[in-house]
C-alpha cells in the first residue's frame, strides 16, 4: 500500500470513528433520501414536461408521413397528443411515487436494523455512488445531469463507511 493510500485509508478511519452504528444507520438513510430527491427531481423536470413530448410527435409524424400519411394525419390531432401527453405524464408522476414508497419502506426496515434493507442500501450507495459521480463528471456541461455530483459523492462517501462498519461502536 502507497504512502498516500495510508494516508487516505487513515483520514477515513478517523471520519468513520466518530460514528456508531446507529448514526451511520440515518447517515445511509439520509444519503439515500437525497439521492432519491435528486433522481425524482431529474424524472420530473424531463419526464413531466409536455415540450418532451411535442418534440417527439413532430418527429414522429415526418417519419409516419413517409410510411402512412393517414396514421401522422391521426397523430397530428392536437386533442390527441394532449390525452396523450397527460397519459405519459401521470405515468411517470406515478412511476417516480412507486420509487420513492418503495425506498421509505426499505429506510423504515433499515432503521429496524432488517439485513436485506442493510444490504439493499449498500448496494445502492456502491452502485448510485459510482454511477451518478460517472455520468455527472462526463456531462459537466448539462447542469441537470451535472447536478448529480452531489448525491453521487454522499452515496460514495456512504458507501465507503461501510468498509469501516464494523469497527464502528454498537448503538
Known amino acids: 500500500m502507497t504512502n498516500s493510500n495510508k494516508t487516505s485509508n487513515k483520514s477515513l478511519n478517523d471520519i468513520f470513528s466518530k460514528f456508531n452504528k446507529k448514526t451511520f444507520k440515518y ?3 439520509s444519503t439515500c433520501l437525497i439521492a432519491d430527491t435528486f433522481v425524482a427531481l431529474y424524472l420530473y423536470l424531463i419526464y413531466a414536461n ?3 413530448y411535442h418534440e417527439s410527435f413532430k418527429i414522429a409524424y415526418q417519419s409516419l408521413r413517409l410510411v402512412d400519411p393517414s396514421i401522422a394525419d391521426g397523430i397530428k390531432d392536437p ?5 396523450l401527453i397527460q397519459l405519459m405524464i401521470q405515468t ?4 417516480i411515487c ?5 425506498h421509505f419502506i426499505i429506510y423504515i426496515f433499515r432503521i429496524y436494523n432488517k439485513k436485506f434493507a442493510h444490504g439493499y442500501i449498500k448496494l ?5 455512488g459510482v454511477l451518478m459521480t460517472m455520468i455527472a463528471l462526463f456531462n459537466l456541461g448539462t447542469p441537470r445531469v451535472a447536478m448529480f455530483l452531489i448525491p453521487g459523492l454522499l ?3 456512504n458507501a465507503l463507511g461501510f468498509k469501516h462498519e464494523s469497527q464502528m ?3
Do not use: D, H, R
Not at 98 to 102: A, D, F, G, M, N
Open 50 to 52: 409536455p415540450k418532451t
Open 92 to 95: 411517470v408522476i406515478s412511476i
Open 124 to 128: 445502492y450507495a456502491w452502485t448510485g
Open 98 to 102: 412507486i420509487y420513492l414508497v418503495i
Open 27 to 29: 447517515l445511509n438513510i
Open 155 to 157: 452515496l460514495l462517501f
Open 79 to 83: 386533442n390527441f397528443q394532449n390525452q
Open 169 to 171: 461502536k454498537e448503538e
